[in-house]
């Protein structure tokens, strides 16, 4: 049983008693415990990824003049939209909260080429895991 379904049932069946149920409990959640976290470690690598992508984009805004800002902000929204379809909206929000938080960034002028070269890999290598041309 999950730890809160243990819980919910010690608390609402006082004749059973809770360490019981814990103990039962014991052997199956250790030989879980390994999948579960890996899996763990792999879903925090994809939210530090996003929130990173994010920062990055918004670091790039900042990068490029303003005649080019309105496409770089739609490809940032369209990116988005399609984080959102593919991972859900709590991960989209990663994204789009990294990029607020770039957008708020000041880089100097001699940084600009090395953040845009890298923005333009990640866009690329993630539209190339998509499958959508260039």
């Not at 369209?78 to 929000?93: E, N, P």
């Amino acid at each position: 049983m999950k730890p809160i379904l243990t819980a919910i049932l010690c608390l609402a069946c006082t004749a059973l008693p809770c360490t019981s149920v814990a103990a039962a409990d014991a052997p199956r959640a250790a030989s879980t415990a390994a999948p579960k976290a890996a899996a763990l470690d792999e879903e925090e690598a994809l939210d530090e990824s996003l929130k990173s992508f994010g920062y990055l984009s918004g670091l790039a805004r900042g990068c490029v003049v303003p005649a080019q800002r309105d496409k770089l902000e739609r490809e940032v929204l369209d990116l988005a939209a399609v984080i959102a379809r593919l991972f859900g909206t709590d991960r989209s929000f990663l994204y789009s909260s990294g990029f607020g938080y770039g957008t708020s960034m000041q880089i100097s002028t001699a940084e600009c080429s090395e953040v845009l070269q890298q923005y333009d890999a990640r866009v690329a290598k993630f539209r190339a895991q998509r499958g959508d041309k260039p």
